[in-house]
């Protein structure tokens, strides 16, 4: 995003197709000053790119005479983190921009510090509220095009679209109840019925020429009407009209439906949240909760911030968010997202984010923002459709003329003809093949937690070669676990007992991992007495009256003979990439307890499923080339070791000059050198809270199989894109024929071009279908 004093974004209401994007995106960058701009169908918005001191009053006044409503969203200034007013409105979270999470745990030795993103700008987005104000002012003519399809507009015959529509369609009712009463004036009936809708998409027409855009469906609609009345067949005139209202309403609740998709997910969040101050608990509007506060969360309860839990455990249910089906253990500092579950205990959270820029306005705002972007088909259609279309009615004048003008041919039937041939000729069902089904797969992957940013990363990363992965935090969990327990005269039970005593209290990653599978055994430790660290080699205590202690092999070895079968065993695990610590009692070996930062769960089926879709897995990891082997050859996946980041761009480089596409999947923080050499940066990390500012994509939830799931999903949405141009080509090439051939005549034409596009647009949105892999 730019700075804010130069980007200001609207909400344009009315848009249902992308010819009316294109109309909007035309107009406005004719007014002095504006540099760029970028319209989404899906999301409704505009984004304009302008000078200082622009007068955004004129780009206002275009998109409302071409017929939409628009407001202002909030500025792109950076988000206060101050009281935001209650609404009661289903769109609370328009105004997501970007928050950092300090939710970094502590490193081990490893290269990954991909959970700490405290540090990046997050609070620099813009996206607003629904201006109500500023849409009641907006001149009367917006009506006439402004059908508020949208999640947040009610039912569609309320809408001004679907008023026209049913209007048009009683007044084609009445025509043919007065043509069979009184005949000898039908041909009048039918000229006023079909003037109830022809008016405001004449005027439409006549806007858009205005500004440059001679050659809209709405001028090819208006002379195929008025050509009908000229050669006598007002009745087919008034059925297209009424037939094209009924076509681009569709269009309008079909673009609705993309865009409740991803809108929806801000209805997760609740609307109130019960907020502590001064020693009373009072129920509050969450979207005045500012950081710092400490809001109570009931068992049950859905959270209504992004924030730390201060105090209480419970399982989290963070599907709605991330799609992680298993509900999470969360206890003191851990943080905590906006719209997850709480399941069975009472949870006091410090507020980390406003409600603009929690973790679900934040996904919100990236995708509709992905969505102005346009990929490259797109831009390719949009560029063809500019000579499709003229082309199209030198056709259809030609047909009209020629065959009167050379071979003697009746006028009124080849004139129709021509008429049928620009209703055929209406690029629409073209024009929204590529972006119905990017915008359909975009949603349907944000709901996943696969985000995207824009249609050219979505084609991108379907055709990708080669996949290097970062290892720590991405390929594994980033923190160690217990693997082995090696007792050596005692039990294992004991050996973990005595050691989870030492470490009790500690935050050591190591600490933490001994004390992990403590709980997991349920095994309760006893209180180690006058116990300390030794800085880098371990600690000591006393526990039951026996003196212990646990570190590493080397400090061990300073206190107690290891016989040379324990040395073997401690050097066995090494070779394995596993960090072994010594349990002594009373200065003798009593145990051995190996950890390592194991892979996560679905790593192996991640990979094989990106090598089954012919990619090549690499791991480019700063780790030393020990553990990275053994982890590497548990995954089945290429290793390079001890690389500085700049190896591992060179590495990037060298597979790009091998002809591969490459995608980089690392944390997005100590990779950002190969994460901009890559063709496609992959953020993935812990919780939600990915740097998804600084890659190309995000995986949310941190799944491996999910960048398979990725490329598969882009790879659907291809597949997607190239039936739409099919059905819509196709259907336009059948129709082409029949009408020249006298076979079929204004009606089938126009229903060839809505029915094409409605038919494209309800096969984008089955891309919305898509359910988790």
Not at 152 to 179: C, D, F, H, N, Q
Not at 415 to 440: E, F, H, N, R
Request: glycine share 12%.
């Amino acid at each position: 995003m730019a700075i804010a004093a130069t980007q200001t974004r609207y909400r344009v209401e009315g848009m249902d197709c992308a010819s009316c994007a294109s109309k909007i995106d035309k107009a406005v960058r004719g007014v002095t000053g504006v540099e760029d701009v970028s319209v989404s169908v899906t999301a409704g918005t505009m984004t304009v790119k302008h000078g200082d001191g622009q007068d955004l009053g004129a780009v206002e006044d275009r998109v409302r005479r071409l017929g939409y409503k628009v407001s202002p969203l909030a500025s792109a200034a950076p988000a206060t983190v101050g009281a935001q007013p209650a609404h009661d409105h289903k769109h609370d979270h328009d105004r997501g921009a970007c928050s950092g999470h300090d939710h970094a745990h502590a490193g081990h030795g490893h290269d990954h510090d991909h959970d700490d993103h405290a540090g990046h700008d997050h609070g620099k987005h813009d996206h607003g509220k629904h201006d109500h104000g500023a849409q009641s002012e907006a001149p009367a003519l917006a009506g006439l095009h402004g059908h508020d399809h949208g999640p947040s507009s009610g039912p569609w015959w309320r809408s001004g679209k679907g008023v026209l529509t049913i209007a048009a369609g009683i007044a084609l009712v009445a025509a043919y109840g007065i043509g069979h009463l009184f005949p000898s004036i039908a041909v009048w009936a039918f000229d006023i019925a079909m003037l109830v809708g022809l008016i405001p998409i004449a005027r439409r027409a006549l806007v858009a020429a205005r500004y440059g855009m001679p050659f809209t469906i709405e001028m090819l609609m208006t002379i195929a009407a008025v050509g009908a009345v000229i050669i006598g067949a007002a009745e087919e005139g008034a059925a297209v009209v009424f037939l094209f209202l009924v076509g681009e309403l569709l269009e309008g609740v079909a673009a609705g439906k993309a865009r409740a998709s991803i809108q929806s997910l801000a209805s997760l969040v609740p609307k109130t949240a019960l907020l502590e101050q001064d020693g009373r608990t009072q129920e509050v509007p969450a979207d005045a909760l500012v950081v710092g506060a400490t809001i109570l969360v009931r068992p049950g309860d859905r959270i209504p911030a992004d924030g730390v839990i201060v105090s209480g455990e419970s399982a989290i249910d963070e599907a709605p968010v991330t799609g992680e089906s298993t509900p999470k253990r969360k206890e003191t500092d851990d943080p905590v997202f906006a719209g997850t579950v709480n399941g069975d205990g009472a949870l006091r959270i410090r507020v980390t984010a406003a409600a603009a820029d929690n973790t679900i306005a934040r996904v919100i705002k990236l995708v509709e923002e992905a969505q102005e972007s346009k990929a490259p088909t797109e831009r390719f259609i949009d560029s063809f459709s500019r000579y499709y279309t003229p082309g199209v009615v030198l056709v259809a004048a030609l047909v009209a003329v020629l065959p009167p003008l050379i071979g003697g041919a009746s006028w009124n039937e080849w004139i129709y003809k021509g008429l049928a041939i620009l209703l055929i000729g209406c690029p629409c069902a073209l024009v929204i093949s590529t972006p119905a089904a990017i915008a359909a797969s975009l949603s349907a992957g944000a709901r996943r937690g696969l985000l995207m940013k824009g249609g050219a990363v979505l084609e991108t990363v379907g055709k990708i070669t080669a996949a290097a992965f970062d290892k720590t935090g991405t390929l594994t969990e980033g923190k160690p676990k217990v693997t082995d327990i090696v007792p050596l005269g005692r039990d294992e039970a004991e050996v973990l007992r005595l050691a989870a005593a030492l470490e009790a209290g500690s935050s050591h990653p190591l600490a933490t991992a001994i004390l992990g599978k403590a709980a997991e055994r349920n095994i309760l430790a006893p209180v180690a007495r006058d116990s300390k660290a030794l800085g880098g080699k371990g600690v000591t205590g006393t526990v039951d009256g026996l003196a212990l202690f646990l570190g590493s092999p080397k400090a061990a070895a300073d206190q107690a003979t290891l016989p040379a079968e324990i040395a073997a065993r401690i050097e066995a695990l090494n070779q394995e990439g596993k960090t072994v610590s010594v349990l002594l009692v009373g200065g003798a070996p009593a145990g051995l307890i190996a950890m390592r930062d194991e892979p996560r769960e679905d790593a192996i089926a991640g990979l094989s499923a990106l090598r089954a879709a012919g990619v090549r897995t690499l791991m480019l990891t700063g780790d030393n080339a020990r553990t990275a082997q053994a982890i590497g050859s548990k995954l089945g996946l290429e290793v390079h070791a001890e690389l500085l980041p700049q190896d591992k761009q060179r590495i990037v480089n060298e597979l790009k000059a091998q002809g591969l596409t490459v995608a980089k999947v690392g944390d997005g923080i100590n990779d950002a050198p190969a994460l901009a050499a890559a063709d496609i940066g992959i953020a993935m990390g812990g919780g939600t809270d990915v740097a998804l500012e600084t890659a190309d994509a995000a995986v949310l939830h941190g799944r491996v199989s999910d960048v398979a799931g990725m490329v598969s999903l882009s790879r659907r949405t291809m597949a997607n894109i190239r039936q739409n141009i099919t059905i819509a080509l196709g259907l336009k090439a059948v129709f082409l024929v029949t009408t020249i051939a006298g076979i079929t005549g204004l009606w089938p034409a126009i229903l060839a071009d809505t029915g094409a596009t409605v038919l494209v647009t309800m096969n984008a949105l089955r891309l919305l279908r898509v359910k988790a892999g």
